[in-house]
């Protein structure tokens, strides 16, 4: 079901706000584009009829992140990943943000929370570089083994 923007009768074509939207339909509607079979293999859609529907709901949001991390840092992001573009199931988000929401990012129980190996290592700050531990978490080793520093005697 191909989707047919609304004609645009506004300046605001060039502007990233207005990509923002083209993307998010173009994802969920236009087998063209390449990332399409993923949001169609689930039936995820944006709810959002027009642009200007996105922007009555999201464009104060969108003024407000980026003031704080900058339009650059500033993309959209579902909070379940399993649902549609609305306004209850959208914000904005960081990139840093966005790529620790994405399905296929693996979980860890640690202190009783379900976190990232990113988000456990920024929380531990070990003498371990992260390459070492994230290398070590993915032969299968427990999270506080992959954190261990074996002593040396010089």
Do not use: G
Not at 82 to 98: G, H
């Amino acid at each position: 079901m191909e989707r047919r923007l609304s004609r645009t009768n506004h300046w605001e074509t060039k502007t990233r706000f207005y990509s923002i939207y083209n993307w998010i339909v173009a994802r969920c509607y236009r087998p063209s584009q390449q990332s399409y079979k993923y949001y169609w293999a689930f039936w995820i859609e944006c709810e959002w009829k027009t642009y200007e529907d996105f922007k009555k709901d999201m464009y104060d949001s969108y003024l407000e992140h980026c003031r704080i991390y900058w339009e650059k840092d500033t993309t959209i992001d579902r909070k379940d990943v399993m649902w549609n573009y609305c306004k209850k199931n959208c914000k904005w988000a960081t990139l840093k943000e966005q790529n620790r929401n994405k399905s296929n990012v693996r979980r860890f129980d640690y202190k009783w929370k379900r976190l990232t190996a990113m988000e456990i290592y920024e929380i531990e700050k070990p003498n371990v570089e992260y390459d070492l531990f994230r290398n070590r978490l993915k032969r299968w080793w427990d999270v506080k083994r992959a954190l261990w520093i074996p002593n040396r005697r010089e």
